[in-house]
T-cell receptor, first 115, second 116 residues
Framework: SAVISQKPSRDICQRGTSLTIQCQVD?????MFWYRQQPGQSLTLIAT?????????ESGFVIDKFPISRPNLTFSTLTVSNMSPEDSSIYLC????????????FGSGTRLTVV | AQTVTQSQPEMSVQEAETVTLSCTYD???????LFWYKQPPSRQMILVIR??????QNATENRFSVNFQKAAKSFSLKISDSQLGDTAMYFC?????????????FGKGTHLIIQP
């Protein structure tokens, strides 16, 4: 399975600013996924990032608020724009693998606090 | 849209006991993939076990096993000989296509506490 390096691990940001989260994968993958985990809640899929095309957003998430870049098959970024305290969450990236059995690897998450 | 339901917000058992976490899902498709993930306080998501819907045999991984009832759309996780390190949030998850083509739909999670 792939190994993902996610940065930063945590940040405290002022409202109205933006934060960019990075995920680097140790192998080439077609799809990368971004999730939000609000405090005490489950994970919700924000968008799917496919290299060479626009990201596909889930209902309730828009590109202006969560722009995503996918410049190559091993890297992606998620930006949380114009932040408010309601954006305080853990953000995780993930990739899937096929090798034998199917599964998904996750980054270690970014804990974002907006003040 | 697919949905995943975990009806037990929290469970607590004594060390060495067996515990079963419940999960039901809703889909009109016949082939799909189901997972149980563990999230300890470190927040790292750890794959516990997976099940392909086309496989009738229930998946097992050491102390972890599932009871997959396709007709009932049920996918419970059994943890045998529970250990203190099993204390964590457990999430049931669903996806239609394998190979990482689609993202996961998660249940709300069950907080499992193993008491010494």
């Amino acid at each position: 399975s792939a190994v993902i390096s996610q940065k930063p691990s945590r940040d405290i940001c002022q409202r109205g600013t933006s934060l960019t989260i990075q995920c680097q994968v140790d192998s080439q993958v077609t799809m990368m996924f971004w999730y939000r985990q609000q405090p005490g809640q489950s994970l919700t899929l924000i968008a799917t990032a496919n290299q060479g095309s626009e990201a596909t957003y889930e209902s309730g998430f828009v590109i202006d608020k969560f722009p995503i870049s996918r410049p190559n098959l091993t890297f992606s970024t998620l930006t949380v724009s114009n932040m408010s305290p309601e954006d305080s969450s853990i953000y995780l990236c993930s990739v899937g693998w096929t090798g034998g059995d199917h599964g998904y690897t996750f980054g270690s998450g970014t804990r974002l606090t907006v003040v | 849209a697919q949905t995943v339901t975990q009806s037990q917000p929290e469970m607590s058992v004594q060390e060495a006991e067996t515990v079963t976490l419940s999960c039901t899902y809703d889909t009109s498709e016949s082939n799909y993939y189901l997972f149980w993930y563990k999230q300890p306080p470190s927040r790292q998501m750890i794959l516990v076990i997976r099940q392909e819907a086309y496989k009738q045999q229930n998946a097992t991984e050491n102390r972890f096993s599932v009871n997959f009832q396709k007709a009932a759309k049920s996918f419970s996780l059994k943890i045998s000989d529970s250990q203190l390190g099993d204390t964590a949030m457990y999430f049931c998850a669903f996806t239609l296509r394998g190979g990482g083509a689609d993202g996961l739909t998660f249940g709300k999670g069950t907080h499992l506490i193993i008491q010494p």
